[in-house]
């Protein structure tokens, strides 16, 4: 979807504005699964709760911020890895919220308990920023809902909390490690290839073959470093089956 509006008298089924660009959904009732997949500009306001994974993958693409207001409760890993964008939930959240989340912002009307903060994110109380964001989206989805809910909700922001990662890049130093590890073992075994002699792995997933060579673990064989295969057999089961007929 890349614009225009959608109105949902009703509900709503499962991946509702996947990769949406632009636009307005509108639903006049709950929405399913994966609700605003990748969704990366636009509007979705939900009057009532929503199933699992809504908001995956959201990010902000340029000067759009994809928005989703969620009314009453939300099911499991509401946005899991998001990447950008602001998710508003007025209900409760389910188990597993912001899963790998790396961007963007939620805000919830109940506070988490402290072990429920998932690592890498920090809860907090909502600035006079926040304030501004809320009360637009709160006074888009009054504008719709409010005769249907029997008046508006509160659209000041106040008591309000915010969920955000703790850093702009809360993998770097992972992603960092990684890559630092793998340059050290190529450079290990770059080395046990040139020495011609006979390498003493420290690597789990290799093994010595012989002179210069190195071969990799495997549940039926092994694949040699410098080409030259040697292929193991694979191991004989002590298992005899048993037919349960006889």
């Known amino acids: 979807m890349d614009g225009g509006e959608i109105e949902v008298f009703g509900n709503a089924q499962d991946q509702v504005a996947n990769t949406m660009n632009d636009g307005d959904i509108v639903i006049h009732g709950r929405v399913g699964d994966a609700a605003g997949y990748g969704m ?8 009532d709760g929503c199933g699992w994974r809504v908001g995956i993958h959201m990010k ?9 207001v969620i009314g009453g409760h939300a099911g499991s890993f509401l946005g899991e890895y998001m990447a950008g964008g602001v998710i508003v939930l007025m209900g409760t959240a389910g188990p597993y919220l912001a899963t790998g989340m790396h961007g963007g912002v939620i805000y919830l009307k109940h506070v988490l308990d402290e072990r429920d903060i998932p690592a890498g994110l920090v809860q907090e109380p909502v600035d006079e920023r926040d304030c501004r964001v809320l009360a637009r989206l709160l006074g888009e989805y009054n504008e719709k809902f409010a005769e249907e809910i029997g008046g508006p909700v509160d659209a000041t922001g106040e008591g309000f909390f915010r969920l955000r990662p703790a850093n702009s890049r809360p993998y770097a ?3 960092a490690n990684s890559m630092l590890r793998r340059s050290s073992e190529r450079r290990t075994l770059d080395a046990a ?3 011609g002699g006979v390498f003493r792995s ?3 997933w290799l093994r ?3 002179r210069g060579s190195l071969g990799l673990n495997m549940p039926f064989g092994h694949i040699q470093w410098l080409g030259r295969a040697e292929a193991s057999p694979r191991p004989r089961s002590n298992y005899t089956h048993q037919n349960p007929a006889r």
Do not use: C, E
């Open 40 to 47: 990366r500009g636009g509007r979705i306001l939900v009057r």
């Open 60 to 68: 902000q693409y340029g000067d759009k911020a994809p928005a989703i």
């Open 173 to 175: 130093s992972m992603y």
């Open 193 to 195: 290839r040139d020495s």
């Open 202 to 204: 420290q690597l789990s």
């Open 208 to 210: 010595p073959l012989g």
